[in-house]
């Protein structure tokens, strides 16, 4: 059985979404969600990072972070996929409600059912790459080796 998420208003999935208000601690900062992480990380170590940390949603991190009003980093094309996956692994080590939840979904495959993203999700025709599904099953991996050595 798939695992198709994405609103965080779903359940049990909806967690997976970076949207859901499961924070992190990166970079000595505390971040809301994933998404404000993600999207600062776009504009590291500048003024307009912190707004976007600041912002009161998600939605509004991700619009923040959508803006082409500040130039994004140079290296972003080539990190982007890096930032993801340290900012997911964290949320789950984070929360133990969530690890427990996608450690429970075993080896079934993931998918974001994002229908107007076809890089992190799948896209309206299931054509995307779903780069965050991938991810989210990276990190279920990880998770389950290390549960498994200590």
């Not at 450690?103 to 999700?121: R, S």
């Not at 991938?134 to 389950?144: A, H």
């Amino acid at each position: 059985m798939t695992i198709y998420f994405y609103s965080t208003r779903e359940n049990p999935y909806g967690c997976f979404s970076n949207f859901s208000r499961h924070g992190v601690l990166l970079d000595g900062k505390w971040w809301p969600t994933v998404e404000h992480f993600f999207q600062a990380q776009k504009f590291v170590n500048t003024p307009y990072a912190d707004r976007i940390r600041e912002a009161p949603s998600a939605k509004q991190a991700a619009e923040l972070g959508r803006s082409r009003e500040v130039p994004l980093r140079p290296d972003w094309e080539e990190v982007k996929d890096d930032v993801m996956r340290r900012a997911v692994l964290c949320k789950f080590e984070t929360h133990p409600k969530l690890k427990k939840l996608l450690l429970e979904t075993g080896d079934e495959e993931i998918v974001e059912n994002a229908p107007g993203d076809y890089y992190w999700g799948i896209g309206r025709d299931g054509s995307g790459k779903n780069m965050l599904g991938i991810i989210l099953m990276e990190v279920r991996e990880k998770l389950r080796s290390e549960s498994e050595v200590h």
